[in-house]
């Protein structure tokens, strides 16, 4: 299933949170970070693409659970029953804006990319995907879990590792 994320709307913290919720069991190849082994990760069942460094294909050329894509430049076709991640306007572009270290200001890369923010969300965030807030992620994060979990048809296990993580850690998890 496909994964669609604005960026910095909580992706890779929802992906490592469901790797650890089933142990942490994540292949990697040497030293390599994730992004860099161009494979899948996979942790019990769940298994994860992350398009751009894996297959670069819609669709994954194996079976995973998720696959991620930004659909950046509006090119994906709409799909229903997909999963969407976001995250309040300005917050999610103020992020943004200090994660590429812009040479504009924050008011005017604000004003820039707001029309591209409106048009991602009015086109992905809609009644017939499964629609994660960023807020929800951090605050409510077992129940949003258990809904991508069970969206996703995968076995629910143990949820104690939460407990572990404090709210204003999430980011970092
Ligand atoms: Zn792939």
Redesign the pocket.
Same mark, same amino acid.
């Given at each position: 299933m496909l994964i669609l994320t604005y960026p910095r709307s909580g992706h890779h913290l929802l992906i490592n949170l469901l790797l650890r919720h089933y142990g942490s069991e994540v292949v990697t190849e040497g030293k390599k970070t994730r992004t860099q082994c161009r494979q !899948?990760l996979k942790a019990g069942p769940f298994k994860y693409?992350?398009?751009y460094s894996?297959?670069? !294909?819609v669709g994954?050329?194996?079976a995973?659970s998720l696959?991620k894509h930004h659909d950046f430049d509006f090119k994906l076709p709409y799909q229903k029953g997909v999963i969407v991640q976001y995250r309040k306007k300005e917050e999610c572009l103020m992020s943004y804006y200090e994660y590429s270290q812009r040479k504009i200001t924050r008011k005017e890369f604000l004003k820039k990319m707001t029309p591209h923010y409106e048009k991602w969300i009015n086109k992905w965030v809609t009644k017939d995907n499964l629609c994660i807030d960023y807020h929800d992620l951090v605050t409510s994060t077992e129940d949003v879990l258990v809904k991508v979990l069970n969206y996703l048809d995968l076995p629910l296990r143990d949820m104690d590792f939460l407990k572990k993580i404090p709210i204003k850690n999430r980011r970092k998890a």
């Open positions: !899948v693409c992350e398009i894996h297959c670069g !294909v994954c050329n194996e995973v696959q």
